[in-house]
């Protein structure tokens, strides 16, 4: 029989129904003298995606790593179900192969390395790395990396996502191919997502509502629902307008 810990790894999906999602009520954060947020308040509903969006420096990873709890607000309130992070970089350890970065999490949680490689090899075909299981990272491009990465970050058994800009490092072309990618795991693997991006068709594309924030500090100046039917096209009129709507907003603060 599976221990409970690997029956979690081995369907990360499940189990989420009754979840609080993520709700931030008139958040601050400071650093010194340097205000990051200033009373952010904002809501994702279980297994929604929410795109935070805005300017370099408006308090954007400041956000997500208050929703999983690195770190306290000075004021105001955070309310969230248990979230892991991943950041921009991929952050994989390069003496380890694919199969046991994508179960460091699980190893971490305590499974066996054994257990930790079944679970993550049962997802490495649907993620398009069928193949690559003992392939070292220097041996995965940029993309595949990054999937290496959220697998990794999917079996360490967190309802609740936050993505710091999980495809900012990659080139123009990689990042269009995984911003489509990263829509397909999400439908199969639904979780609550806080998407950090300072990319506005990014957020359109993947979204189900964004947040905009101002410049430092970031406040919340407008919140778009995204209502267009998936998948989502870049040179879909309703698409093209939607980011333009978020840019004006985003430019009339600048």
């Known amino acids: 029989m599976p221990t409970e810990l690997e029956a979690r790894a081995a369907a990360p999906g499940e189990g989420t129904e009754d979840r609080m999602g993520v709700t931030l009520t008139a958040v601050s954060k400071a650093y010194g003298d340097v205000r990051a947020l200033e009373r952010v308040s904002l809501h994702a509903a279980p297994r929604e995606i929410l795109a935070v969006a805005g300017p370099s420096g408006c308090g954007k990873s400041t ?11 000075d004021g105001g ?20 192969s694919a199969q046991d ?7 971490v949680g305590g499974a066996s390395k054994a257990a930790a490689r079944r679970a993550a090899a049962e997802h490495f075909e649907a993620f398009g790395l069928g193949g690559f299981e003992r392939s070292r990272p220097r041996e995965l491009s940029g993309g595949m990396r990054q999937r290496v990465a959220f697998l990794r ?8 996502l936050c993505l710091d800009e999980p495809f900012g490092a990659l080139d123009a072309l990689t990042r269009m191919q995984m911003q489509h990618w990263l829509a397909g795991a999400l439908a199969r693997e639904p979780r609550t997502v806080v998407l950090v991006t300072h990319d506005v068709e990014e957020a359109v594309l993947l979204a189900d509502r964004i947040v905009l924030l101002s410049p430092r500090p970031g406040r919340v100046i407008e919140t778009l629902a995204v209502d267009l ?8 009129a309703a ?9 004006r907003a985003l430019e009339a603060t600048a």
Request: overall charge positive.
């Open 63 to 73: 956000l997500l790593e208050l929703v999983c709890g690195l770190i306290q607000a």
């Open 77 to 96: 309130t955070v309310a969230a179900d248990p979230g892991v992070l991943m950041p921009q970089r991929d952050g994989l350890l390069p003496w380890l």
């Open 101 to 107: 970065n994508a179960g460091l999490a699980l190893r």
């Open 153 to 160: 970050t999917l079996l360490a058994g967190k309802p609740v």
């Open 229 to 236: 039917a998936r998948p989502r096209e870049r040179a879909d």
């Open 239 to 247: 698409v093209v307008a939607l980011r333009e709507r978020a840019l």
